[in-house]
């Protein structure tokens, strides 16, 4: 049974104020502002207010379209989308139909072994609507709406319908989302986050949206749930109707919104209080010279340079931040330990506190020391990795860490515990002399259990073949 998905992300950009108005871009802030507190006529839709667009706003579009090998248009204009809803007060979304800024670009995929093209349809710019919040949810009894959203800048990626799988979806959003980030146009650690609605048909079917899906694990999950759904309807004889639903996260499942629209339903019209806007092509040419080393780019770098391993330089290239740590700790320890320990141990202590590098509040070189107190063995594997994770807890260099908890390598007579050990594990040891792996790891992890992780598991693992014949 073969299943089609199609992508529509909106980007909510970073801009320090809306896309048409003058007012701060609440996407911009790391924290919720109290609501209806950033508006003015213009994003409210009051009579007479007259929208201007913004330049910041339209150069962040471009590097995007350039990014991804869009072709830009020569002149670009925005329309009217009419519909009646309460988050549009002036009831029409300011955005682009007929004349969208760029066409035609791709992203490739990296799936396992194998890389896949999602070819871009279009990228078009377009203000958000207010945000509703639903009393009791989405069959409570009424709404509240806050404005601050209002006019907010927008950027909607829509894709071709080349996926066949969720998992290439979540593949596609997070590649997405480091892209945008790289851009310096998407930041994931502020208020605004990128929203996908997804089409999805099966078998020849009537293609179903499913809207307002957030985030990457979600975009997985919302159409695995709809994959099921589809095909239990398809069991039991029933076609499914082409029709608008919504993903709520809380219960896992798609509810149903509204009978799906038709484009022509909007009554697009252009908008008459902004002008035509034409692209040359010494301004082009000047954004793409300034457009930053980009992910798959940095990744192919890493990988023939440092000679990183794939999935080292992929986990490490995923945050612009890290990779900067990275390039920066490597100059002055060895490479390849360095993007160990960053895409390893780091990564996983950061990701545990959600935490991004440049917001922990550690400086790159207490990186650089605490792998050379490694290298230099002043420190386990086992210590390192503790220190980590008290490093980024209290914020303060390897050294006081180190000396506070007690956790550099000790001078211990490996040899007598080691025959400890063995004296009171024999069916462990005779289990390691038949050559079971599992064995060996057991007797080295009691080791390490006994001299509280300061020992190093190499030298233990030394003792261990020379003790045990």
């Known amino acids: ?76 204009f925005f329309s009217r989308k009419g519909y009646f809803y309460p988050d549009q007060s002036k009831n029409f979304q300011i955005t682009q139909y007929e004349a969208p800024l760029a066409l035609n670009g791709k992203v490739e995929l990296k799936m396992g072994s194998k890389s896949k093209l999602v070819r871009l349809r279009r990228l078009h710019l377009e203000e958000d609507p207010a945000k509703i919040i639903h009393i009791g949810g989405l069959s409570g009894k009424g709404v509240l709406i806050d404005y601050n959203r209002a006019g907010s800048p927008l950027i909607e990626i829509v894709t071709e319908p080349d996926f066949e799988s969720p998992e290439e979806a979540r593949v596609y959003i997070q590649k997405l989302e480091s892209v945008l980030e790289y851009l310096g146009i998407y930041d994931p650690t502020a208020i605004g986050i990128i929203k996908t609605d997804a089409n999805i048909s099966m078998g020849g079917g009537e293609r179903i949206e499913v809207k307002n899906i957030t985030g990457s694990k979600d975009i997985e999950k919302a159409l695995k749930y709809e994959i099921i759904r589809q095909k239990n309807l398809l069991k039991r004889g029933q076609k499914p109707e082409r029709e608008t639903r919504a993903w709520n996260p809380q219960l896992g499942v798609t509810q149903l919104l509204r009978t799906k629209e038709d484009e022509e339903e909007y009554g697009y019209i252009t908008e008459p209080d902004l002008t035509k806007i034409s692209f040359k092509k010494n301004q082009l040419d000047a954004i793409r010279k300034d457009l930053p080393e980009l992910p798959d780019e940095k990744y192919n770098r890493f990988v023939k340079q440092f000679k990183l391993p794939g999935k080292v330089a992929e986990s490490i290239v995923s945050e612009p931040d890290l990779a900067e740590l990275f390039e920066n700790v490597s100059k002055k320890t060895n490479p390849k330990l360095a993007g160990t320990w960053v895409s390893g141990y780091l990564k996983k202590t950061l990701n545990w506190h959600n935490l991004r590098f440049k917001d922990s509040g550690m400086n790159p070189e207490w990186i650089v020391s605490l792998l050379k107190m490694f290298q230099t063995g002043k420190l386990t594997d086992r210590g390192a990795e503790m220190t980590i994770r008290k490093m980024v807890e209290e914020k303060k260099p390897p050294e006081q860490i180190v000396k506070k908890h007690s956790l550099g390598k000790a001078k211990i007579d490996l040899d007598k515990v080691v025959k400890a050990i063995i004296e009171k594990n024999q069916q462990a040891v005779e289990d390691y002399k038949k050559g079971e792996d599992k064995a060996l790891h057991f007797l080295i992890g009691l080791v390490m259990r006994e001299t509280k992780g300061q020992a190093d598991a190499v030298e233990i693992q030394k003792v261990l073949k020379k003790l045990v014949k």
């Open 1 to 76: 049974m073969g299943i089609k998905i199609g992508l529509e992300s909106h980007v909510q950009l970073i801009s320090k104020s809306k896309i048409f108005c003058s007012c701060k871009n609440p996407f911009a802030l790391k924290e919720d502002p109290e609501p209806n507190t950033l508006t003015c006529p213009t994003c409210l839709g009051l009579p007479g207010a007259k929208p201007v667009a913004n330049n910041y706003v339209i150069d962040s579009a471009l590097k995007a379209a350039l990014a991804f090998q869009s072709d830009v248009s020569d002149e670009m």
